[in-house]
T-cell receptor, first 113, second 113 residues
Framework: DSGVTQTPKHLITATGQRVTLRCSPR?????VYWYQQSLDQGLQFLIQ???????AKGNILERFSAQQFPDLHSELNLSSLELGDSALYFC????????????FGPGTRLLVL | EDQVTQSPEALRLQEGESSSLNCSYT??????LFWYRQDPGKGPEFLFT???AGEEKEKERLKATLTKKESFLHITAPKPEDSATYLC??????????????FGKGTSLLVTP
């Protein structure tokens, strides 16, 4: 158990809908990273938050957004969902913003029908 | 652009048959190279971090090594419970661009009794 929690575990929705994925980092960690894992692309970095502020952006679509709250949990919002958004979504956390080891949560499996 | 290539894509071993997984990378300004283990439908589980060429780390039947262009994950006398996908990731970047991980597509290892 990495100490990172994610909810829900599974999510099934329809195209065009909007969903919110939630991540709670390890106790004391201030940074949260979001990744998407699909069969053909592997694990791809989406976005990083540190202590409530956006720090880095990767291959995140404009339909996707994220935020980190004062209690340090983070939410990833996916809107206007398409079939191709079906994937596993992981968050990872680190204590700070430096090159520390990232510990991953169990993921949310999203299926868009 | 940073690239991480893992080989082979899939590997089948008999229990006790030692082998190596390869991770070759091109990155400017390597901060660290990470190995993770991922079981189906689960989050990546941290194994090792290597920071400089010549560095080696060991954990039970696994040993990771690093050169300037590649890393190897050696598996000695594997057991069926070592069956998993092994992911390699490089960390570059700086305090402005962040330290997201760039993952390879993984090696799927199956160890048969």
């Amino acid at each position: 158990d990495s100490g990172v929690t994610q909810t829900p575990k599974h999510l099934i929705t329809a195209t065009g809908q909007r969903v919110t994925l939630r991540c709670s980092p390890r106790s004391g960690d201030l940074s949260v990273y979001w990744y998407q894992q699909s069969l053909d692309q592997g694990l791809q970095f989406l976005i990083q938050y540190y202590n409530g502020e956006e720090r880095a952006k990767g291959n995140i679509l404009e339909r996707f957004s994220a935020q980190q709250f004062p209690d340090l949990h983070s939410e990833l919002n996916l809107s206007s969902l398409e079939l191709g958004d079906s994937a596993l979504y992981f968050c990872a956390s680190t204590p700070g913003t430096h090159q520390e080891t990232q510990y991953f949560g169990p993921g949310t499996r999203l299926l868009v029908l | 652009e940073d690239q991480v290539t893992q080989s082979p894509e899939a590997l089948r071993l008999q229990e006790g048959e030692s082998s190596s997984l390869n991770c070759s990378y091109t990155v400017s300004g390597l901060r660290g190279l990470f190995w993770y283990r991922q079981d189906p439908g689960k989050g990546p589980e941290f194994l090792f971090t290597l920071y400089s060429a010549g560095e080696e780390k060991e954990k039970e039947r696994l040993k990771a090594t690093l050169t300037k262009k590649e890393s190897f994950l050696h598996i000695t006398a594997p057991k069926p419970e070592d069956s998993a996908t092994y992911l390699c990731a490089v960390q570059a970047g700086d305090s402005n661009s962040g330290y997201a991980l760039n993952f390879g597509k993984g090696t799927s290892l199956l160890v048969t009794p």
